[in-house]
């Protein structure tokens, strides 16, 4: 007896301490955001500040109290490892902190961030351990909501709003904009929106209206989109020494779109991996397109920022013309053209490609492989998701850029060489599948030209990648569809494999509840912006480019009123999240049913 009733003081204590550290780490995030965010004044700050070392110290009375009342405190120990060893190097910090900031090196790092006192070092400190115990917590309470009834669509939404929550008050502080006090709420939500949801619409110039912090706000927003929340979470959970059950893996299952449980834990170290590779690959590369117009330093930044927001299709660009001055640059093109690509195949097919060579190079008869005598490696070929999105990718490409040629080489790519012009339709095709870069004025393009981009921003990038719209596999889905039904046959077939009639279910409502959504949100922002010289053709053009994340605009986006711009908010976060997600999170559970209706045949057409 007296057993459960010790477990249950424990339990009790614990909740308590968990809900009353939830109230704090609140606290935490607001302080946080008033400090960097620019809104308080030095005197202010010094308050806030004193506030950080009260809340750590809650922090670590937290961490001490849950050690004296666990049940099994070296198991209790084991699992919360690492946020014991952050908090004895914190300690440690602390403690040698004076002595350590005499020593030379140390001194002169910490000069060039501007930290010039032992204070400063201690609030610095004290508050980057309080980023990580909310970063801790974070990851915890989206473990808890897994482990309850809440849908897995239902967290990615509520994420996606609290980062942009988040990035808009970062964005809307005086720190973001120096010299201009600071930008309006909606134009910070507005540029919160699109680059969370690595659209790629602004409002300002980049480059030219937000500072380095606002710019830095910007690419975090970006990588986080780029890359999805759950991915994020899922790299902190392995991170923290925690671990994954079943039903954390089924999440991330359902999330990443994977068909195998046991994959999802590889999947997302691979899908991490591979990004910092190929992003660091583009910064490389990009490096030397700069040569000549900027510093060593602005080099680097460029190349930087310009590699993340290609790869993850976000399309924000540090030049007000975006890349319109290097039109002619073969490095630019290929570079940032490659990034756009890798970024819209997605992660499933990198790695069945990566899977396929790995098997290939096992194949060869070399004499230092690995080959053992008499054995037949496994031979591994593209799966029908990756032919899929191969072809439709490369055929988007070539066609993209052959209608672009045809429709302007009389128009905005008259006057051009002929390696000029093919070098601007081939990044205009590749830009409009959700990338949002250009090399040509798109205000200057033909009506033909514009119907043909909303076409390409529509259907987008392909599933599980950086980019939007209703992906490449779904117009494949539908193109066999229309195939079966003119052939008579009794199943969908494609390259000798049958795809299920489940797919095409959610391909037909991806696209009918897409196509709604564009057709509302045209019709809402021509009602709204009536009064002003916003046309039905540049209205569409601004939906289709909001819904797809794309970012191409004839330069309506800065004349629109707040109500336009929430509209486009609105439907960029539509386009990010999936039409097909929200359908998903908002109908009710499925009641399995031991009947069906007699059938009733339809006129059709």
């Known amino acids: 007896m007296s057993t459960l009733f010790e477990h249950s003081w424990r339990e009790r204590a614990s909740r308590a301490i968990d809900i009353g550290m939830s109230l704090v780490a609140s606290v935490a995030l607001v302080s946080l955001i008033l400090e960097y965010g620019g809104y308080l004044s ?261 190349s930087v920022f310009h590699s993340v927001s290609a790869f993850c299709n976000a399309g924000f660009g540090l030049y007000r013309t975006s890349f319109t001055g290097y039109r002619a640059s073969v490095s630019l093109n290929a570079v940032i053209c490659l990034l756009i690509v890798l970024g819209g195949l997605g992660f499933s097919v990198h790695l069945n490609l990566l899977r396929m060579l790995r098997s290939a190079w096992a194949r060869l008869p070399l004499p230092f492989g690995r080959r053992r005598l008499f054995e037949s490696p496994e031979r591994i070929g593209l799966t029908l998701q990756s032919r899929l999105v191969l072809i439709t990718t490369v055929t988007l490409i070539l066609g993209g850029a052959l209608v672009v040629y045809l429709f302007e080489r009389q128009g905005v790519l008259a006057g051009m060489p002929l390696g000029e012009k ?50 490449t596999v779904t117009f494949a889905v539908l193109l066999t569809a229309v195939v079966t039904v003119v052939r008579n046959r009794p199943s969908f077939e494609l390259f000798h494999r049958t795809i299920p009639r489940t797919a095409l279910n959610h391909a037909v409502v991806v696209v009918t509840v897409s196509g709604l959504v564009v057709a509302a949100a045209t019709t809402l922002l021509c009602w709204v912006e009536q009064e002003s010289s916003v046309s039905v053709g540049q209205a569409m053009f601004e939906v289709f480019s909001a819904f797809g994340t794309v970012g191409l605009s004839t330069g309506i986006t800065r004349q629109l009123t707040s109500a336009g711009k929430l509209i486009i908010i609105l439907t960029m976060l539509v386009g990010r999240i999936g039409p097909l997600t929200l359908v998903l999170a908002s109908g009710q559970r499925a009641e399995p049913v031991d009947y069906e209706y007699p059938e009733e045949h339809v006129m059709i057409g």
């Open 422 to 471: 093919a070098l601007a339709s081939t990044f205009q095709s590749v830009t409009a599948r959700t990338a949002g870069f250009n090399t040509i004025d798109t205000s200057k393009l033909s009506n033909a030209s514009l119907v043909f981009v909303c076409f390409l921003m529509f259907i987008g990038a392909s599933p599980g990648s950086t980019g939007g719209g209703i992906k």
């Open 42 to 302: 030095p005197e202010n700050i010094a308050t806030i500040q004193r506030l950080d070392m009260g809340i750590i110290g809650l922090f670590v009375l937290d961490m001490v109290v849950k050690f004296l009342i666990a049940r099994e405190r070296l198991r209790y120990l084991r699992q919360h490892l690492l946020r014991y060893i952050l908090f004895g190097l914190l300690l440690l910090w602390l403690l040698l902190a004076r002595e350590l900031h005499h020593f030379p090196a140390i001194e002169g790092f910490l000069t060039v961030l501007n930290i010039r006192s032992v204070a400063k070092l201690y609030i610095i400190v004290i508050q980057l351990a309080m980023v990580l115990r909310l970063t801790v917590d974070a990851v915890e309470a989206q473990r808890k909501l897994a482990h309850t009834r809440f849908r897995p669509t239902y967290v990615l939404v509520a994420g996606y709003l609290f980062i942009i929550l988040i990035g808009t008050v970062l964005l809307y502080g005086p720190h973001a904009t120096p010299g201009r006090g600071h930008a309006s709420f909606i134009d910070a939500l507005f540029t919160a929106t699109s680059a969370c949801c690595v659209t790629g619409l602004t409002v300002q110039n980049i480059g030219t209206y937000f500072s380095p912090f606002g710019q830095a706000v910007l690419l975090v927003l970006i990588q986080i989109g780029g890359l999805g929340l759950m991915i994020f979470a899922a790299l902190l959970v392995f991170v923290l020494g925690t671990g994954t059950s079943i039903r954390d893996r089924m999440v991330m299952q359902e999330v990443l779109n994977e068909q195998t449980m046991g994959q999802v834990v590889r999947l997302v170290v691979y899908v991490l991996l591979l990004t910092f590779v190929i992003e660091a690959a583009g910064a490389a590369l990009l490096y030397h397109v700069w040569q000549g117009s900027l510093t060593s330093q602005d080099r680097i930044y460029s």
